[in-house]
Structure formats: structure tokens, C-alpha cells
């Protein structure tokens, strides 16, 4: 009895180890792609990539793509093919990936503080050509010591608040010890601006995104007409998004601005009004399979809280006939569940049928997933790592 239970034992330990699935190979079909997954439309993201170049270069304004939406190094290298300057980080480990691809023009979009941060700052200044954001001098000392220790130079944006309420200086006093610190330190240089109103990209109406656009505008101005009375030019002027980039552009004050979104059009941007020449087109989708139909007037999907981001909206289900198709009702950990046309509809036929998703935030959504599968007339195309998704230190 004992040889034969260490027998059994033995058999078993040499099993090898399961492994999950690949989520999709290339050729693979739409219905073949594992679900939940993150698709990728290239036509349109494609389309999107090239709308907001042209624009901007029509204009002579720059174009810094945020990769806070993306996180992937693929995505950032057709942005900079299209004419992108550079790209947005939130965070310096989120530019971590982009650094050791060799994307060479990083601007932090965002403040930091901490002896950690600066000394990683400085290691990715001796690699790429970086820039940074602050607020107070008191950000700018351990930053402006460590550069010059190190030998690298650091171009430094003092952030302004044009109406956020949230990050940045508000006054010119402000500004001038900023810029005054700055000028302190040889291993720093005074860049420019940041100039960003974050809410003004969520506002719905057009007249009144173009109306507050202009009013964050017209302060980053101010700074501008400021320093330029102190004998100070300032370079860059950069800010803006997706919501708000065809006013920035034609403002004739940001010189660079920052748009993230623009290439999935997520649904909370599809739902804003648009001036029909600066309507993107929907890029990401959420594949989702059909699980259960076993009550009347629902069906419920395998993509829940744990797949998609519900911050700004439940996602919305996706079809070119929007009337009668079901609606994304509520989400739980692992389910999503779908209103019929009618609460007394039988969904059996609905069983095992993929569908698919517009996420309502794609930023958050984007961060839950390793991998876009790219796919292109309704097949796999690619598989595009995310290499930045949960770097949010």
C-alpha cells in the first residue's frame, strides 16, 4: 500500500504546470479572441493618430501625446512616427518603460517630491531629454542640487492654474520665485509653462468647453505677457487634451499640447458634443462573451468591475444600430448585466455570443490589462504589450 500511494504521489508532482491561455494569436478571428479582452481597432486608432497630427501641424503647434491613456511603448513610437515631439508621463516610474525603449523626449506632467523621485529624475535626465513640473520652490532645490551634481540638465515647467483648482501656481509673484529658483541652478532650465485644466476636457456642451478653454488660455497669456515684461521668454506653452485641443491649437498661446485619449475615443468623450471635423472615432473595445440568460429581459456578460473602469459611465454596448440593442445596466466583480428591449425578452439566444464594449473611462480601464490585441477587418492583427500599466508611484 505504501509503494503505491508514493507512486501516485510521484505521478502527480511530475505533471507539468497549467498555464493560462494566450489571449489571442494573430490571424485569429474576432470570436476566437479569449474574453474579457482589449481590442484595439488599427483602422481607427490609425485614423485618430493622423486627425490630431495634421490638425496641430496645420497650426504649427506640437503635439505631446499623454501616454497615461495608452501606457505602451508601441502606441508612443506611431504617435512619434505621426510627428509627436514627445510624450506626457503622470509619473516617473510610468516613464520607466518608454525610457529604456528609447523614446527621447519625456515632459512629467505632473509634481513630485521625495529624495527617491528626484535621484530617479535625475538618472532618467542622463538618458532622454526630460522636462518636469512644479509648484514651489521647495520642489525645486533638491532637484536643481541633484542635477548638478550629476551633471545633467533638467528643463523645468512651473504649472499654472488656469481654472483646474487642483494643482499649480496663481499668482506672478508665484511665477517670478519659481522662475528666479530655477535660474539658480545650473543643472536646471527654465522650459516654459504647463498650463492644463484637466475638468475643462469633461465638459459636454461644445460652446461652453470653447468658452472655458479660452478662459484657461487667456490666464496661461497672462504668465506669458509677464515674464516676457521681465525680459524672460518662455518656450513652451503646453497643456491642453483631447476634449479641448482644436481651441488650444487655435489659440495662438499653447505651443504644445497634451492630448490622451484621442486615439480609443472611450464612450464618456463619445458623448460630448463635437464640431464634426474634430470627431474621433471609437478605437478600444472591450470583448465580452455572453454568460448566463437564465432570467427574462437580461443577459449577463463576463465583464465586470475587475474588466473595465465605471468611473465616468458604465460602458456602453457597442453596435452601428444603437435602437433596441441591450444596455449595460450594472456591474459586479466579475459580471456585467445587459437590459433587453423588454423585461419580458428571452435572451436564450444570446447565450456564448461575443460582444463588444466601449469603456466608459479608458485611462483606468487601459491599466487593468497587459496587452491590447490589435485587430484590423475584424482579425488579430498583433498583440501590443502595456508595458507601463500599474506604475502609478
Excluded at 46 to 54: E, K, P, T
Excluded at 91 to 117: C, D, M, Q, W, Y
Excluded at 144 to 166: F, H, M, T, W, Y
Excluded at 324 to 330: A, E, M, N
Aim: aromatic letters at 6%; one cysteine or more.
Amino acid at each position: 500500500m505504501p509503494d503505491s500511494v508514493n507512486t501516485a504521489s510521484t505521478s502527480a508532482n511530475v505533471h507539468a504546470p497549467l498555464t493560462v491561455p494566450p489571449v489571442a494569436r494573430p490571424g485569429d478571428s474576432l470570436a476566437q479572441v479569449a474574453t474579457p479582452s482589449l481590442l484595439l481597432d488599427l483602422d481607427a486608432f490609425d485614423a485618430n493618430v493622423a486627425r490630431m497630427a495634421s490638425a496641430a501641424a496645420a497650426r504649427g503647434v506640437a503635439v505631446r501625446p499623454h501616454a497615461k491613456a495608452h501606457k505602451s511603448v508601441t502606441i508612443a513610437r506611431a504617435q512619434m512616427a505621426a510627428g509627436a515631439v514627445g510624450i506626457c508621463c503622470q509619473k516617473l516610474t510610468e516613464a520607466i518603460p518608454f525610457v529604456n525603449a528609447g523614446i527621447g523626449n519625456i515632459h512629467i506632467s505632473n509634481e513630485f517630491v521625495g529624495n527617491e523621485r528626484v535621484a530617479l529624475a535625475v538618472a532618467m535626465a542622463s538618458r532622454v531629454s526630460l522636462s518636469v513640473c512644479v509648484e514651489d520652490v521647495r520642489q525645486v532645490a533638491p532637484l536643481g542640487k541633484a542635477a548638478q551634481n550629476a551633471g545633467v540638465r533638467i528643463s523645468v515647467l512651473p504649472e499654472a492654474d488656469v481654472g483646474q483648482g487642483r494643482c499649480g501656481i496663481d499668482s506672478t509673484d508665484a511665477m517670478a520665485r519659481l522662475v528666479d529658483a530655477i535660474d539658480h541652478y545650473e543643472g536646471l532650465r527654465f522650459g516654459g509653462i504647463q498650463a492644463y485644466h484637466g475638468s475643462a476636457q469633461h465638459i459636454a456642451g461644445w460652446d461652453e468647453r470653447r468658452d472655458t478653454a479660452r478662459r484657461a488660455a487667456d490666464q496661461a497669456a497672462a504668465y506669458v505677457r509677464f515674464l516676457a515684461a521681465r525680459g524672460i521668454a518662455c518656450p513652451v506653452v503646453t497643456g491642453g487634451g483631447t476634449g479641448t485641443a482644436e481651441f488650444d491649437i487655435e489659440s495662438g498661446v499653447y505651443t504644445e499640447i497634451q492630448p490622451g485619449s484621442y486615439v480609443f475615443l472611450d464612450a464618456h468623450y463619445g458623448s460630448l458634443e463635437w464640431r464634426d471635423d474634430w470627431r474621433y472615432r471609437h478605437g478600444l473595445f472591450l470583448a465580452s462573451t455572453v454568460m448566463s440568460t437564465a432570467r427574462r429581459g437580461i443577459i449577463v456578460c463576463d465583464a465586470g468591475l475587475k474588466s473595465v473602469a465605471t468611473d465616468s459611465g458604465l460602458p456602453r454596448f457597442w453596435s452601428s444600430q444603437q435602437a433596441g440593442k441591450p444596455q449595460y445596466r450594472s456591474a459586479s466583480d466579475e459580471h456585467g448585466v445587459l437590459d433587453l428591449a423588454s423585461p419580458s425578452e428571452d435572451g436564450a439566444d444570446w447565450l456564448g455570443e461575443p460582444i463588444l464594449l466601449v469603456p466608459g473611462h479608458c485611462d483606468p480601464t487601459v491599466n487593468l490589462y497587459d496587452r491590447y490585441v490589435a485587430v484590423r477587418h475584424g482579425r488579430v492583427e498583433a498583440l501590443w504589450p502595456i508595458e507601463a500599466r500599474g506604475l502609478s508611484q
